[in-house]
């Protein structure tokens, strides 16, 4: 059941994620735009300013000169800075705290912390400009409430985009999580009655002694059932925390042996090339499990006549077959999804999921290659 | 061996009795949880085959109650439950082994001796007397090298006897392990059925199994 939640829990995470993303991008882009126009139109409106001083410095000169007595009366705004220069001499005045200030040297003036406003053309030249260390601190403080803003409406979206794909996707979870349920119900219902159709037909062939191939039939159909029963009760099973040392050559001969009946009777070549004797550890069933389903995948999807190749080296174990090319390869993993090229063979598409699942247990890859008729599951430490 | 087989499945219970009996072994069944600790308290049996989900007493609770009680017979759980935390509760509760349906019939009976071994720590399997050999694993009984055939009761007479070395064996004790409970035979049935064992195994002096009158039998 974990497994089944971690899995909406990832695609819920990934919904939202991704819808995060999108307004992330929006948010950026319509915060940068505010920003920008906010503070070209502040720039206009210093520059609109210092025009209007120039033009009201440009009345205190008359023919006489620099009406000084005027100039110091003169109502300057804070951080702005006036200098008049004629060819000889340059006066600056500054408002600092209501009291002008005079210098008779040009104030040295850094243009990135100032707009400036001049004009040379008449006999003197003036210069306005006035600090933007004002505007400067307004546009700090609308970083930051743009910033704050954002992130506040970023966490408010994350929280509704999950809580609500949490309600949407919940039917698809209950409805899952019931097809689980029912699953195990059933398998859990049938066990006892198959035990008794298997322990009746041992008792019905030692005691008649018959040989017969309806028993024999039987008996073959009884270990299906039985075979996916394990797998159905392993679906849910959680991941063993058993270590013992496992030989890979010696597992896959013992479930070679079991599957030997259909590999005769599909009339298989069954090749095993042992280049080496890797030791794996892990719960002896897991491996046991993993490595049933691969190759009686590879015997129940093989062509009859075909071939079933094992190879096992230092490196990696891999099952390959002839059979019909896979269509999609990454989604053959999913629980209940079978390949429509299936068709009548039997299963019900848990068997690959419960080798994912082993596999992401132990940090074992599975890879799936499947070209030019021949299908290979690869297993790698 | 004398097992008790606690399955509520009555066509499940007759199979597994009937594959148990042509093992060899003594067996008797029950498919109610409260019958099964009623026939525990009263026979002492070597081991038990219990499933959990029973009417009147689940198998959990059949377990904990022989525990509780001192019962030290291996038990055997045999259930349709098979997650991990069923089968460590069932561990928990004194199993010594659990085995999930539908089983191999093969694995069940090699686990069955497996756990009885284990429980009992039994070395060696064959016990050499005189002429006789006994292979006590594979039911086998060879006399001068010949095999012996002999039925299921009176082989377990021979292995109690033998399992139980220099002791004296009562009526009661060797009716407890070696007839079904439904049976109850008399001290003349028990002792028409040693004649018999004695003949089997040649034994008509009584050299091997010695009488200790109006008690019961011993093996030195």
New interface residues.
């Given amino acids: 059941m974990s497994k089944e939640l971690d899995e909406f829990h990832s695609l819920r995470l990934k919904i939202v994620l991704f819808i995060q993303f999108l307004i992330f991008l929006v948010l950026s882009i319509m915060s940068y735009s505010v920003y920008l126009s906010y503070k070209n139109q502040r720039i206009a409106e210093i520059q609109e300013n210092n025009k209007t001083i120039y033009l009201d410095i440009l009345q205190l000169i008359d023919s006489e000169g620099v009406n000084l007595k005027k100039l110091i009366n003169y109502n300057l705004p804070n951080n702005t800075t006036v200098c008049i220069a004629d060819r000889a001499n340059t006066v600056c005045i500054k408002n600092e705290d209501n009291f002008i200030s005079f210098s008779k040297q040009s104030t040295k003036l850094e243009e990135e912390s100032y707009i400036i406003y001049s004009n040379n053309s008449r006999a003197y030249s003036i210069v306005v400009a006035t600090s933007t260390k004002e505007m400067r601190k307004e546009l700090k403080k609308l970083r930051f409430s743009i910033l704050f803003s954002d992130i506040l409406v970023l966490g408010l979206s994350g929280f509704l985009a999950y809580s609500v794909f949490g309600r949407l996707l919940e039917p698809i979870k209950r409805s899952r999580d019931k097809l689980n349920q029912i699953l195990q119900i059933i398998s859990h219902d049938i066990r006892t009655p198959i035990s008794i159709i298997d322990t009746n037909l041992y008792l019905l062939k030692v005691k008649s002694g018959i040989k017969s191939k309806n028993l024999d039939n039987i008996e073959k159909n009884v270990k299906y059932i039985k075979a996916l029963l394990k797998n159905i009760g392993y679906l849910n099973e959680k991941p063993s925390n058993k270590r013992e040392e496992i030989n890979i050559n010696n597992i896959i001969k013992e479930i070679l042996e079991r599957f030997n009946p259909l590999i005769q009777q599909k009339r298989l070549t069954v090749i095993v090339e042992e280049k080496d004797n890797p030791v794996l550890k892990g719960d002896y069933v897991d491996f046991d499990i993993l490595f049933s389903n691969l190759i009686d995948n590879a015997i129940k999807y093989s062509y009859d006549g075909g071939r079933v190749e094992i190879e096992i080296d230092g490196k990696s174990i891999s099952i390959t077959n002839t059979g019909p090319q896979i269509a999609d390869k990454d989604k053959v993993f999913k629980k209940y999804y079978r390949e429509e090229s299936s068709g009548t063979i039997p299963g019900i598409g848990v068997g690959l999921s419960i080798v994912k699942k082993i596999c992401n247990n132990y940090n074992l890859k599975v890879d799936v290659y499947s070209e030019n008729g021949l299908n290979r599951f690869t297993i790698r430490p | 061996m004398k097992i008790l087989i606690v399955e509520d499945?009555k066509?499940?219970n007759e199979?597994?009795r009937?594959?148990l009996k042509?093992e060899g072994h003594i067996v008797d069944s029950v498919t109610d949880g409260r019958d099964a600790v009623i026939l525990i308290n009263k026979i002492q049996y070597d081991l038990v085959i219990l499933d959990i989900m029973l009417p009147g007493l689940d198998g959990y609770s059949v377990a904990k109650v022989m525990r509780e009680r001192g019962v030290k017979t291996p038990i055997v759980m045999l259930t349709?439950?098979?997650?991990?935390e069923e089968k460590l509760r069932g561990f928990q509760v004194g199993a010594d082994d659990y085995i999930?349906?539908?089983?191999e019939?093969p694995e069940l009976i090699a686990r069955i001796n497996a756990v009885y071994k284990r429980i009992n720590s039994i070395q060696s399997d064959v016990i050499q007397l005189e002429d006789l050999t006994v292979d006590l694993n594979r039911r086998v009984v060879l006399k001068g090298g010949k095999e012996v055939e002999i039925t299921p009761k009176l082989f377990c007479i021979l292995e109690q006897l033998l399992r139980n070395r220099g002791k004296v064996l009562t009526y009661e004790i060797i009716a407890g392990k070696c007839w079904e409970a439904s049976e109850n035979p008399s001290s003349d049935t028990i002792r028409a059925n040693m004649k018999l064992l004695r003949r089997v195994i040649g034994d008509k002096e009584k050299d091997i199994i010695k009488t200790i009158s109006g008690v019961g039998y011993r093996i030195e």
């Fill in positions: 499945n066509e499940l199979s597994l009937e594959i042509m349709a439950l098979g997650q991990l999930v349906k539908p089983f019939i």
